[in-house]
């Protein structure tokens, strides 16, 4: 069984940074293709960026382009996400998300099987 545990999130002040880590565990971690996804209060869950199992092709929301940078370690079983230029509209709860699948990255909610519990995200203005 997929287990995913976020890290990372916290409270930082417009234009800062903050770097996310999801540890992968249970399976072969180079067989899935991982994505960010976040969810603000009252709003749905939106995709942020995701890579394939290599790491090798990466896709971002156009909101985060420029911002934010996705990266996997397939010697440590974990993806990151590079938060920089943080927004206050950026605040939500950060969530990662596997799927055994080698083909490319994929923005839709439902091709992913795992989710972790999420870490929170909160950007001051």
């Known amino acids: 069984q997929v287990q995913l545990a976020e890290s990372g999130g916290g409270l930082v002040q417009t234009g800062g940074s903050l770097r996310l880590s999801c540890a992968f565990s249970?399976?072969?971690?180079?067989?899935?293709?991982m994505a960010w996804f976040r969810q603000a209060p009252g709003k749905e869950r939106e995709f942020v960026a995701a890579?394939?199992?290599?790491?090798?092709?990466?896709d971002y929301t156009d909101s985060v382009k420029g911002r934010f940078t996705i990266s996997r370690d397939n010697a440590k079983n974990t993806v990151y996400l590079q938060l920089n230029m943080l927004k206050p509209e950026d605040t939500a709860v950060y969530s990662c998300?596997?799927?055994?699948?080698?083909?490319?990255?994929?923005?839709?909610?439902?091709?992913?099987?795992?989710w972790g519990q999420g870490t929170q995200v909160t950007v001051s203005s």
């Open positions: 249970g399976r072969a971690f180079t067989s899935y293709r």
């Open positions: 890579t394939s199992y290599s790491g090798k092709t990466t």
């Open positions: 998300a596997a799927d055994q699948s080698f083909r490319g990255p994929t923005r839709e909610r439902h091709d992913y099987d795992y």
